[in-house]
């Protein structure tokens, strides 16, 4: 009897160990949901998929699809296994934000080669500014080989316009090379539908931001927004938020990361906004959807 209370308590213990275990893998390890969005209702469908400590967003409407940054290295599986999942066929619109290895190792070891592809957005960048990263120079070889296969490959020009379906986006950055600090190279651009607004500023910093606050004003507003820089205290100023008045802020970052991120600063800011805040960390990927009237989260 003894003995099988003490193998009952050991198989208590060895489930509960499992299940903490299992709450720390990082979030690149688990298989993202894929949720159920009602094609007769939504128009517009952004999927900011979890991929640990990066960026990686799909936008599908009308039948096409754009891809924005494909996470760090080692993502590119799980990036395309997703897209295939959501019956993606072609990426239309494959937009590298700028180029750390969080935002484009999955597009260099894999994605850009699962797909063909339709038009390459990236900064553009002097020959003295140039990353000379393993990463990067990959890339540029996958996008070489994408424009022999017919893509094309196009410099980020702030106020150019894309149709994507019915919805169409207009670069908003960036306005000028930083020089020191990639990120506020970062290619940003609002998404629009109808009523409906969706703000991506890649890793934008602050000077990044106060510079399309000066060119775009009031033309920044969205209902969503994704934080940039991973929710850093670097990004998503107080200023900045007022101006776009989102509804919801996304955060995309690894479970436990090293970085921080997101910041207590940030989380303060929105919480003093009455800005929602949903964050891949914790929610795992998140979808949003739009009719060009409204945007909600799609769950299970």
Known sequence: MRKRKQQRTFLILAAVVALALASYLPQWLRAPAQPRVNAGVAQLTLHFIDVGQGDCTLIQAGGQSMLIDGG????EELVTNYLKAQNVERLDYVVATHPHSDHIGGLAYGVLEAFPVGTIIAPRLSQTHMPTTQTYERFLQCVAQCKQEG???VFARAGDTYE???ARFQLLGPLQEDGRNYNNDSVALRLSLGEVGVLMTGDAEQPAEKR???EWGEALR???MKAGHHGSKTSSTEQFL???QPES???SCGLY???GHPSPEVLARCKALGISVCRTDIDGTLVFASDGTTIWRVTE
């Open 72 to 75: 760090e290295r080692g993502s």
């Open 151 to 153: 893509a094309q490959a």
């Open 164 to 166: 994507l379906g019915p």
């Open 212 to 214: 399309m606050l000066a």
């Open 222 to 224: 969205a209902q969503l």
């Open 242 to 244: 007022r101006a776009v």
């Open 249 to 251: 802020v996304v955060i």
């Open 257 to 259: 990361n090293t970085y």
